[in-house]
Every structure is written in C-alpha cells, then in structure tokens.
Antibody, heavy 116, light 107 residues
Framework: EVQLVESGGGLVQPGGSLRVSCAAS????????MHWVRQAPGKGLVWVSR????????SYADSVKGRFTISRDNAKNTLYLQMNSLRAEDTAVYYC?????????WGQGTLVTVSS | DIQMTQSPSTLSASVGDRVTITCRAS??????LAWYQQKPGKAPRLLIY???TLESGVPSRFSGSGSGTEFTLSISSLQPDDFATYYC?????????FGQGTKLEIK
C-alpha cells in the first residue's frame, strides 16, 4: 500500500526557512516523479514543484521560484522541500503527491505557518 | 501551462438530486483527469482518475466522463455526506494543475 507521510511543518517568521519532508513507502520510490502541492487556508489547491526520478530535473511554480528547492533521497525514500525567504502568503498545508502509472496518491499534509 | 476552468464555483442542491460539475482544459489532456472531494481540515479524497475510473471504495453514485478538453463529474443521488468541495486536476505528462473548486451546498 502506498503511504506518503509529510513532516516538518510549523511556525516560522517571515524571511525564515523551513524544510518539509515526505517519507514514502509501499512503492519503488526511485522510479516515480514526485510533486508538492499546497493549499492556503480557505483557498484552492496549487501545484508547487516537481522532481524527476533521479533529482536531475526540477520545476517550480512562479510564486516560489528562486526561494524553494525540491530534492529527494532515493536511498531514504524521502522527498524534501526546502523553503527559504518565507512570506505570509506561503502559509498553507503542503502535500506531497505521487504521480503513479494511472492515478495520484497524496499524503495527509503538513501545515506551514509564516507569521511574526 | 495547461489551465483548468471548473464550473460552477458554487452549487446548491438537495439530498436525492443529481448534480454535474464541469471542467474544461485549455488544451487536450487526453484522459489524464482526476476528481477529488475535500472536506474542511482534510486532505483531498480521490474519487475518479483517468477521467472515468472510480477509485476503490468510492460509491457508485459518483461517475466521471469526458476526454480531450471537456470533463464532467456527476453524482446521481446526493447523500448528506456528499456536501463538500470538489476539485478537478489534470495530470497530463509531467504537469499538474487544478480547477478552482466547486462548493456543493445544501439547498
């Protein structure tokens, strides 16, 4: 059974940094592209970033480009999102998403709150 | 980037009604379209994938159809548990984008 478990969320001040993680199990992690999606309070779902199987190709939404870095450790079956220069508008639940062969799998999310 | 236009943004209906939500893609996504149900404080729940395949455990009153750029989610007979927000998502190739969401309210 596919399991995605996010962690690392919390309260951070504007301008600060945070790294969230996603521990994957139940599938061959190293063979799938992975994504981060976020949802601000009361708002819709927004794609944030994606990474290819070996980490050599990444892509970002314009709103986070230059501030966020996606990475993965295939030996640890873990996906990461390093978030720097955080702003109030980055406050959201962050979900990791597996794009499987025919469908998608989601974790339960981790809440990041940017506030002073 | 592929844009997804979902309508309506709000839908008022009664228990037992049949309702339909539409999602339109700015270019063809073949059948790479998923539908989700979300309730407050919860992660999205996958209902339909590959445009028309019902996720395991999802009641058969939910159905999806469409291809190319036009897709629909239908609920045949609304139950009290169905009042929630619904999203479409395209996952063509390596990209993903979402519709704006449809809030299904009790009339």
């Amino acid at each position: 059974e596919v399991q995605l478990v996010e962690s690392g969320g919390g309260l951070v001040q504007p301008g600060g940094s945070l790294r969230v993680s996603c521990a994957a199990s139940g599938f061959t992690f190293s063979t799938y592209w992975m994504h981060w999606v976020r949802q601000a309070p009361g708002k819709g779902l927004v794609w944030v970033s994606r990474i290819n199987t070996d980490g050599s190709t990444t892509s970002y939404a314009d709103s986070v480009k230059g501030r966020f870095t996606i990475s993965r450790d295939n030996a640890k079956n873990t996906l990461y999102l390093q978030m720097n220069s955080l702003r109030a508008e980055d406050t959201a639940v962050y979900y990791c998403v597996l794009r499987g062969v025919t469908k998608l799998y989601w974790g339960q999310g981790t809440l990041v709150t940017v506030s002073s | 980037d592929i844009q997804m236009t979902q309508s309506p943004s709000t839908l008022s209906a009664s228990v037992g009604d049949r309702v339909t939500i539409t999602c339109r893609a700015s270019e063809s996504i073949s059948g790479w379209l998923a539908w989700y149900q979300q309730k407050p404080g919860k992660a999205p729940r996958l209902l339909i994938y590959k445009a028309s395949t019902l996720e395991s455990g999802v009641p058969s009153r939910f159905s999806g159809s469409g291809s190319g750029t036009e897709f629909t989610l239908s609920i045949s007979s609304l139950q009290p548990d169905d009042f929630a927000t619904y999203y479409c998502q395209q996952y063509n190739s390596y990209s993903q984008t979402f519709g704006q969401g449809t809030k299904l309210e009790i009339k």
